[in-house]
Structure formats: structure tokens, C-alpha cells
């Protein structure tokens, strides 16, 4: 049975899985002590939750336990990586290459580390939102400390060459910083493979939590430094300090596991989703994906739906759908998406922009009834469309003059 509103906006959040809040339940009220406590049961408990969650977390992206620094989330793990570097490694460079279609959270931490004295090079990408690895050869400098360049995107899906990026880094000496935060949990990520040497993701992305993540720090070949951003108490290997958030790290590890063990199934299912969708919206005229094609995640979908504006569209179906125009750090602009203009999208393009994201519990029933939804409202805007009545009247006319001529 079909049961409204419809959730389609999981690049944004999703929903908890069941299972997490199950393992984590026993963290709020039995065994609630401070990890740090190491003077009585409570304590030891908690600091036993927190290391095998540890172990749970580094297990889905291939790296060691130790590697793992427990954050509030993506954003602080992002800055931790970027701002921790910068400080750390000043004496060898200031430079720090990265792309104008990166998460805000690296972005303004970028525009921040410039007040001190960075240099920041931002990449452009081309018209499938990929980056041009001989560009990226070109502009590493003597000075290059670090390259940050996210997984995939959160906008568009689009995955980039993450592997070929980390061997550049490696080959020259640079550490290489990804934010996966859209990425892990629903593609395969191992970080030794891809030689990343940091890398930032959430619970709240992959059925866990909100208010919890990770940042991983890579401990040999090479040994990352890091220069902490929150003082007292030393925690997490002096890289984070504060108490943790046992329940949340509980519930961020059981949501770690439970994506490796059905990544694969999920991804499937939820691919064949997403390509029943696209196959019936981009059916219609003047429909048009956004980024590429191939290269990108199996759960994300971005369209632009011409001589319509996003707001309008989602207005008329919000009632009973969730969607976005894009990232739901940016939603409150009115402007274009800044990904979108990026990847070379017209301002009417990007206006008209829809971002639907599924998840593990979307259903053929959901898409069925968003395609539905989603043409009708289309329909609907365009009928009182001005642009569309003067196009209509052009193609008309083309006919008119086309049936003459033959």
C-alpha cells in the first residue's frame, strides 16, 4: 500500500534504519557513561561501544580502526581536514588545489584558510561535472600541501576519478583529502586503493543518525598531521577534542556494517529505481539530465524540466512528495545552483532544476506515483507559460513552413 508524503530527498538525509536505532536505544538509558570515564563500568562500556563501532566504521572504507577520528559530522570533518592541514604543514607550503563544485563546508573553509594566508586554486569541470586530470597535473606547485576533491557530488551524483587523483597525489608527495560523504555507504570506497590520505563522511547519509561522523586520517605511508581545531580533554588521538557522542557512534557504526554487508543489493535495487524514473521524465519534452550520465551514483537523479522553475515545481508537488532544487545547504538562495552553472547549465536550466535522491526504502509504488505526479505538475506549469506558448508557436511555424516546402 502506498503511504504519503513520498521521501525522495535522500541526498539530503535519510531516514534511520530500524536496526540502528535498536543497537543504540541500549546507550540511552542502561549502559550511558562517559567514554572517557576509565574508572568504573559505565565508563568501560561505553568506551567498548565506541571501539567496536571503531572497528565497524573502518571496516566499510577499508582502513584501520585507529585511522578512524569520531566527529559531529561531515562539515567539522571537513574543516578538521582542511584547517588541521593547513596549520600543520605551513612550514612546507600554503598551497591547496580543490574544485568549484566542492560541498560548501570545504568551499568556505577554503575562503576562510585564504584570510590566513592560503592559496587556493579551484578547478573548473567540465560539462559532466568530472575533472580534467591534466588540468589538475598542470596547476600542482612546489608549495601544493594537499588536494581536495570530493567522492561524488550531492547535487548531480557525479563520481569523480577518485583512484587516478590519489595516484597523482601520491606520486607527487601532496595528501590527497575526499569528501565521501554522499559516496560511502553506497558505492564501494577503500582508501587504501584509492590512496586517499583523509577522508570526511556521515552517519545521517547512510541510514545513522544525525550529529555524528568521521573524518579518516591515514597513520602510515604517510603519517598524516593534523592540528586539532577544538581544544580540551585530548580526545580521538588529540585530533578532536570533546565527549563523545556514544549513542550517536553506536548507531553510526551498526549503520557502517549494515552497508557493507548490503551495499550491493541496495545499490542494485535502488539503481533500477532511479533508471525507471529518469527513463519516463527525460521521456517528455524539453527534460534534461544534469552531470553525467554514467559516472555517477546509483540512488541520484538531477533533472532540469524547461519552461518550468523548480520552485514552482516542487511547490506543486511537496504536498506529497519530497524533493529539492539542490544541496540543502544552499536551499534558502533563490540563485541557480552553483554546481549546476558549473557544469556549464543555463540560468533557466538550473532554475528548473529537480534533484531526487532514493534510498533503500524507496519503492516501485513511490516512483510510480512520483512520475505521475511529476509530468501532471509539469503539464500543469507549462499550460501558463508564456516562454512555452511562444516555443509552441515557433515549432508550429517551422512545421507550417517544412509541410510547404515539401
Not at 567540465?126 to 588540468?135: R, S, V, Y
Not at 532544476?353 to 509504488?365: K, P, Q, V
Not at 508557436?393 to 517551422?398: G, I, L
Request: charged content about 25%; glycine content about 8%; hydrophobic content about 40%.
Amino acid at each position: 500500500m502506498l503511504k504519503l508524503p513520498i521521501y525522495l530527498d535522500n541526498n539530503a538525509t535519510t531516514k534511520m534504519d530500524p536496526r540502528v536505532l535498536e543497537a543504540m536505544n541500549p546507550y540511552f538509558l542502561e549502559h550511558y557513561g562517559n567514554a572517557a570515564s576509565r574508572s568504573h563500568s559505565f565508563g568501560w562500556e561505553a568506551e567498548e561501544a565506541v571501539e567496536y563501532a571503531r572497528e565497524q566504521v573502518a571496516q566499510l572504507i577499508g582502513a584501520e580502526p585507529k585511522e578512524i577520528i569520531f566527529t559531529s559530522g561531515a562539515t567539522e570533518s571537513d574543516n578538521l581536514a582542511l584547517k588541521g592541514v593547513f596549520e600543520a604543514y605551513r612550514a612546507k607550503g600554503n598551497h591547496i588545489i580543490t574544485l568549484t563544485t566542492e560541498h560548501k563546508a570545504v568551499l568556505d573553509s577554503c575562503i576562510h584558510l585564504e584570510k590566513l594566508g592560503a592559496e587556493i586554486t579551484y578547478l573548473g569541470v567540465n560539462h559532466q561535472g568530472l575533472i580534467d586530470l591534466e588540468e589538475l597535473h598542470k596547476v600542482i606547485k612546489p608549495t601544493t600541501i594537499l588536494i581536495a576533491i570530493m567522492y561524488a557530488n550531492n547535487e548531480i551524483g557525479v563520481i569523480q576519478p577518485i583512484r587516478e587523483i590519489g595516484a597523482i597525489s601520491k606520486k607527487k608527495g601532496i595528501l590527497f583529502f575526499s569528501d565521501a560523504t554522499q559516496a560511502v555507504g553506497k558505492i564501494p570506497v577503500d582508501v587504501l586503493n584509492d590512496d586517499i590520505d583523509l577522508m570526511a563522511f556521515s552517519g545521517h547519509k547512510i541510514y545513522g543518525p544525525k550529529g555524528v561522523g568521521a573524518l579518516y586520517v591515514r597513520r602510515k605511508n604517510p603519517r598524516v598531521k593534523l592540528t586539532a581545531q577544538i581544544d580540551g580533554g585530548g580526545h580521538e588521538r588529540g585530533m578532536r577534542s570533546g565527549t563523545l557522542n556514544v549513542p550517536g557512534i553506536v548507531g553510526f557504526g551498526k549503520a557502517c556494517e549494515l552497508c557493507r554487508i548490503e551495499l550491493m543489493k541496495d545499490a542494485e535495487r535502488i539503481r533500477g529505481l532511479r533508471d525507471k524514473l529518469e527513463a519516463e521524465l527525460l521521456n517528455m519534452e524539453e527534460v534534461f539530465l544534469n552531470g553525467s550520465s554514467e559516472n555517477r551514483l546509483p540512488n541520484t537523479s538531477n533533472l532540469s524540466f524547461n519552461y518550468t522553475e523548480s520552485e514552482g515545481l516542487i511547490l506543486g508537488i511537496n504536498k506529497n512528495i519530497a524533493v529539492s532544487s539542490g544541496s540543502a545547504c544552499t536551499s534558502a538562495t533563490v540563485e541557480p545552483s552553483y554546481v549546476l552553472k558549473a557544469i556549464g547549465v543555463n540560468d533557466e536550466l538550473a532554475k528548473a532544476a529537480i534533484r531526487f535522491g532514493l534510498s533503500r526504502f524507496s519503492t516501485e509504488a513511490e516512483i510510480d506515483y512520483t512520475i505521475d505526479q511529476v509530468k501532471a505538475t509539469v503539464s500543469k506549469l507549462r499550460e501558463t507559460s508564456l516562454r512555452w506558448q511562444d516555443r509552441n508557436e515557433v515549432n508550429f511555424s517551422k512545421k507550417v513552413k517544412q509541410a510547404v516546402k515539401e
